[in-house]
């Protein structure tokens, strides 16, 4: 049975302290409430250990933003997966487009670091996604499974079945333009369809993350074959989380 999850996604927001109190307000906002996904928090770096502490005793998972692909070394500015596990966390997200962008994360490394997270027993939300010149020129899917396959076929059958995947099309991350429903089902079915090719089973987690925000989450997750979300800038305030988890939890879903 398919996992479903939610994950927050604070990217750099947050101050370890004001982190303690946004959690503290979400725990209250969630007390006594009852959801059918895994809900996921990750923080900064700097306020994993202040976050995994307000976790504790709770249902929510800690998760990572990222990795480093050793698990010690020299290598000034980097965290281990063993670090990660070390504080509590059970996830980790791997291959973020701003990792792409921004720090120039080619798919070999994002490799490494999916098998790196895997060794440590944490398990990674892989995202893939187009940019907005892909999806003009109608090549999104062939740029989505270059980054599947590039990950899944470099696992040489192994550990496939412990990767959560997160479409999430460039265009659509902070820019508060979602993918329509109709899209986002579209490629999930599409990454569901690689899956089942590569490995004979559609048992994997596919969730949507770009400009997820209360009043959208229900069309999305009443799509077959969206299992959640991963949510940006939303995550980071707790009212609007919490509206994002109860909107996605609606019966119907």
Same mark, same amino acid.
């Given at each position: ?10 990217? &750099? ?5 004001? %982190? ?8 209250? *906002? ?13 923080? @900064? ?23 480093? +692909?050793?698990?010690?070394? #020299? ?10 596990? #070390? ?38 939300? *892989?995202?893939?996604?187009? !940019?907005?010149?892909?999806? !003009? ?12 396959? %590039? ?15 997160? +479409?999430? @099309? ?13 899209? %986002? ?34 069309? *999305? ?7 959640? #979300? ?15 988890? &109860? ?7």
């Amino acid at each position: 049975m398919r996992r479903k999850i939610i994950a927050g996604n604070w990217k &750099m927001y947050l101050t370890h302290s004001e %982190a303690v109190s946004m959690i503290r307000e979400f725990k209250e *906002l969630m007390r006594g409430v009852k959801t059918d996904y895994e809900i996921v928090i990750c923080p @900064p770096f700097t306020s994993l250990y202040f976050v995994g502490e307000e976790l504790k005793g709770t249902e929510f998972k800690l998760g990572a933003q990222n990795l480093f +692909y050793e698990s010690e070394g #020299a290598y000034t500015g980097e965290i281990s997966p063993k670090m990660l596990t #070390a504080l509590g966390c059970s996830y980790v997200i791997i291959g973020h487009s701003e990792r792409r962008k921004y720090f120039y994360e080619t798919d070999d490394v994002i490799l490494k670091k999916v098998k790196a997270a895997i060794e440590a027993g944490l398990t990674p939300i *892989l995202c893939v996604g187009e !940019n907005l010149e892909d999806r !003009n020129k109608g090549i999104e899917k062939d740029v989505v499974r270059k980054q599947f396959e %590039a990950v899944f076929g470099g696992l040489g059958g192994k550990d496939f079945d412990k990767i959560v995947i997160a +479409y999430e @099309p460039v265009w659509a991350i902070g820019t508060g333009v979602n993918a329509t429903p109709e899209q %986002a089902q579209e490629m999930h079915g599409f990454l569901r369809d690689l899956f089942k090719e590569m490995f004979g089973s559609d048992n994997v987690t596919i969730i949507y993350g770009g400009s997820v925000k209360p009043d959208n989450i229900h069309a *999305l997750t009443s799509m077959p074959d969206v299992d959640g #979300a991963l949510v940006g800038g939303a995550s980071i305030k707790a009212k609007s989380f919490f509206e994002i988890i &109860m909107n996605a939890s609606k019966e119907g879903n």
